[in-house]
Nanobody, 116 residues
Framework: QVQLVESGGGLVQPGGSLRLSCAAS????????MGWYRQAPGKERELVAV????????NYADSVKGRFTISRDNAKNTVYLQMTSLKPEDTAVYYC?????????WGQGTQVTVSS
């Protein structure tokens, strides 16, 4: 079965950096689009970044462009989200997503808190 396990969240000061990881299993990782989403308290889940499988093209939310970078290591079945210049408004639970045959699978999420 498909499993996505996020890690790397935590508490960081404004302007700091974090790298999130999502370890995937149960499917042919290299063949599918992977993404990161986030959900802040009282808000809907929103797209942060996606990375396609073959062409490796990326798409980012306007709010994170130039600060966040999504990447993947197909040999390790892992997708990453490098976050820099973090702001308090980046505080949220971050979820890994795999799009497989038009169905979205989710991890359990990892909390990122940006606060001084």
């Amino acid at each position: 079965q498909v499993q996505l396990v996020e890690s790397g969240g935590g508490l960081v000061q404004p302007g700091g950096s974090l790298r999130l990881s999502c370890a995937a299993s149960g499917f042919t990782f290299s063949s599918y689009r992977m993404g990161w989403y986030r959900q802040a308290p009282g808000k809907e889940r929103e797209l942060v970044a996606v990375l396609t499988s073959v062409a490796g093209s990326t798409n980012y939310a306007d709010s994170v462009k130039g600060r966040f970078t999504i990447s993947r290591d197909n040999a390790k079945n892992t997708v990453y989200l490098q976050m820099t210049s973090l702001k308090p408004e980046d505080t949220a639970v971050y979820y890994c997503n795999a799009r497989i045959s038009s169905y979205g699978y989710w991890g359990q999420g990892t909390q990122v808190t940006v606060s001084s």
